[in-house]
T-cell receptor, first 112, second 115 residues
Framework: EDQVTQSPEALRLQEGESSSLNCSYT??????LFWYRQDPGKGPEFLFT???AGEEKEKERLKATLTKKESFLHITAPKPEDSATYLC?????????????FGTGTKLQVIP | ETGVTQTPRHLVMGMTNKKSLKCEQH?????MYWYKQSAKKPLELMFV???????ENNSVPSRFSPECPNSSHLFLHLHTLQPEDSALYLC??????????????FGSGTRLTVV
């Protein structure tokens, strides 16, 4: 069974204090790993797709990396507006349907 | 209007009521999904539709009944719900079932409370 584990569950940072969120996964036939951002009362918003080990993607203060067992979302010099829950998901082959499995998320709070 | 739109945003219903959730997308996507999001739990896939045809029913109780009249609209009909069904119900769409480079586009969800 595909599994996605995110850590930590919650993270509190001072503004400007860089850190990383972790997403470890166990899946057969990885087709893609996704990062989403979810603000309170809203649906998840797509950030990145990573396909293979060694791949990196960047967007403003965020950088996502991928290995064969885990992905990291690095946040450099975060600002209060980066406060949100960050979700990781993996897509894998499951018969004829490419199943997507989500983690429980990391709730990030950036304090001014 | 672009993106994925869900209505209503909030819904309170009694256990004997019948209500429906609506989802609409104007992205030209062919696949649509219903997800349930509960506190401290991962997003739980409920139903998948591809070109209006249901392709996945993830062992969802029959008190939840989906309907997809066309590729742009998706409904979730609710009846005889239980308090444990209270959650955020999210609709999502993608170009096709492969999800692709851009992942899913989610709506803002319907916050459902069953009393």
């Amino acid at each position: 069974e595909d599994q996605v584990t995110q850590s930590p569950e919650a993270l509190r940072l001072q503004e400007g204090e860089s850190s990383s969120l972790n997403c470890s996964y166990t899946v057969s036939g990885l087709r893609g790993l996704f990062w989403y951002r979810q603000d309170p009362g809203k649906g998840p918003e797509f950030l990145f797709t990573l396909y293979s080990a060694g791949e990196e993607k960047e967007k403003e203060r965020l950088k996502a990396t991928l290995t064969k067992k885990e992905s990291f979302l690095h946040i450099t010099a975060p600002k209060p507006e980066d406060s949100a829950t960050y979700l990781c998901a993996v897509q894998a082959n499951s018969g004829g349907y490419q199943k997507v499995t989500f983690g429980t998320g990391t709730k990030l709070q950036v304090i001014p | 209007e672009t993106g994925v739109t869900q209505t209503p945003r909030h819904l309170v219903m009694g256990m004997t009521n019948k209500k429906s959730l609506k989802c609409e997308q104007h992205l030209g996507h062919n696949a649509m999904y219903w997800y349930k999001q509960s506190a401290k739990k991962p997003l739980e896939l409920m139903f998948v539709y591809n070109f209006k045809e249901q392709t996945e029913n993830n062992s969802v109780p029959s008190r939840f009944s989906p309907e997809c009249p066309n590729s742009s609209h998706l409904f979730l009909h609710l009846h005889t719900l239980q308090p444990e069904d209270s959650a955020l119900y999210l609709c999502a769409s993608s170009q096709d079932l492969r999800t692709g480079v851009y992942g899913y586009t989610f709506g803002s969800g319907t916050r459902l409370t069953v009393v």
